[in-house]
């Protein structure tokens, strides 16, 4: 009587899942691509007309005010202030007795930091020179900022909303939101060059979805009855 009542459940999770793993896919293949495309161009230094573009753009449009308020996005989005958030939403998610996706959540800012610093030191890319001198110790492309707020926010968003602790606008909003601010703030401090930030959320995404592939395969395995 058990196998009989285990099989309609078990033949519905192709169904319910095939739509997550698309999307999953999707994204991941995207942001593969877009990072294989930025990346090339940055190699091949064809993307020196859009940086310039963009950096002229940001530096006419300074202002004392602009730079107080991008100085803070970019302290509190930095890499440190990812990995508070990380270790906040894993915090929410054990005490709600998720503790294996907890675990996960922990390990994004850890992979980004490891996979953004080793493309880092295969293009040694120089940075622009940074408003009032403020210049990092360390090369240019991909941002560390761009890939870590994609993979923190993307990947939290997500997880999130699949647990039904957030609505699916607010989960989009706070995956979009908080990368583009972090980026741009890059931008207008001019502490890097355009292909950076869309390398750096190429890569972030990219993360996010196989953290995202790899919760989709543990929610499936919580929820088969054994």
């Known amino acids: 009587m058990s196998t009989t009542s285990e099989r309609p459940i078990t033949s519905q999770w192709p169904q319910r899942f ?6 999953v896919v999707l994204i991941g293949t995207a942001a593969l691509v877009g990072f294989a495309k930025v990346g090339a161009d940055v190699f091949a230094h064809k993307s020196t007309g859009l940086d310039a573009t963009v950096q002229s753009w940001m530096l006419t449009h300074q202002e004392p005010l602009l730079d107080s308020v991008f100085l803070c996005i970019t302290m509190i989005g930095g890499i440190m202030g990812m990995r508070v958030l990380a270790v906040a939403g894993a915090l929410f998610l054990w005490f709600r007795g998720h503790r294996r996706v907890a675990a996960g959540v922990l390990v994004v800012p ?3 930091v490891l996979l953004f610093n080793f493309v880092k030191d295969i293009y040694e890319r120089p940075r622009p020179a940074g408003l009032a001198g403020r210049v990092d110790n360390s090369f240019s492309f991909p941002s560390g900022h761009a890939t870590t707020s994609a993979a923190v ?4 968003a997500y997880v999130l909303w699949r647990e039904g602790f957030v609505r699916g606008w607010t989960a989009l909003l706070f995956a979009a939101l908080v990368p583009l601010l972090v980026g741009f703030s890059r931008l207008y401090l001019n502490v890097h060059w355009a292909t ?8 972030g995404l990219f993360i996010a979805a196989l953290s995202a592939a790899l919760y989709n395969h543990h929610r499936r395995r919580r929820a088969v009855p054994r």
Do not use: N, R
């Not at 095939?18 to 999307?23: M, R, T, V």
């Not at 926010?153 to 939290?156: A, F, G, P």
């Open 110 to 112: 850890v992979v980004s």
């Open 153 to 156: 926010c993307c990947t939290l």
């Open 18 to 23: 095939s739509w997550s793993w698309a999307l």
């Open 196 to 203: 950076d930030v869309l390398g750096g959320w190429s890569v």
